[in-house]
């Protein structure tokens, strides 16, 4: 097939087509990829799972994208209250600045408002459903998981068998997740090392 060319220039990479603001990632002619001819391999501390780029890493984002930053709350209280208000806050695992390497716990409210990392956008829940719907979620070219969309604990200390995990390179661990309590209005930590919330 000939070159894909636009106004008669051959688009030379990823950010050089728009539509809208937003960049083409690859365009099709039927079920054939044209453009880019050989898709270009993720950047470091990404992975390319069914056509869509994500970050391989927890979110520790405060900036939101209306300007300023999210709070990082510290204990049961301050949680509690921004609940109440419906303030957007995060935390770390057990309100914990030594955990920051799981990344952090956003409240509901926040879930929208958090400026996503450069050249990235928050996922919809197209996205979402795309990651567990075939022809993503296939026994076929690697991505089939043995264990089904919920594979249980990703602990590789604890699996026996992790052959079919799958090969996309996310590799998520389970980070676990909280989830506040309506009888006490405590924030419960819990299934660390089991699964995380998304």
Do not use: H
């Amino acid at each position: 097939m000939a070159d894909l060319k636009l106004n008669g220039v051959t688009p030379d990479g990823v950010g050089k087509i728009k539509l809208g603001s937003v960049d083409v990632q690859k365009i099709y002619m039927g079920s054939t990829l044209v453009w880019p001819t050989s898709p270009p391999a993720p950047d470091p501390g990404q992975v390319e799972i069914c056509d869509l780029i994500w970050t391989d890493t927890n979110s520790s984002e405060t900036e939101l994208i209306a300007g300023g930053n999210l709070p990082i709350l510290t204990n049961q209280a301050d949680w509690y209250s921004a609940w109440q208000a419906q303030t957007p806050a995060a935390c770390y695992w057990d309100f914990d600045p030594n955990n920051a390497s799981y990344g952090l716990i956003y409240n509901y409210f926040a879930g929208k408002l958090v400026k996503p990392p450069a050249g990235f956008r928050l996922p919809t829940a197209s996205d979402w459903n795309t990651l567990v719907t075939s022809p993503c979620y296939t026994d076929t070219g690697g991505r089939f998981n043995r264990y089904g969309a919920n594979p249980g604990n990703w602990d590789p200390t604890k699996l026996t068998n992790t052959t079919e995990l799958g090969d996309s390179g996310l590799n998520v661990q389970g980070y676990g997740d909280a989830i506040l309590n309506p009888s006490t209005n405590l924030l419960i930590f819990q299934n660390f090392g089991v699964y995380g919330t998304f």
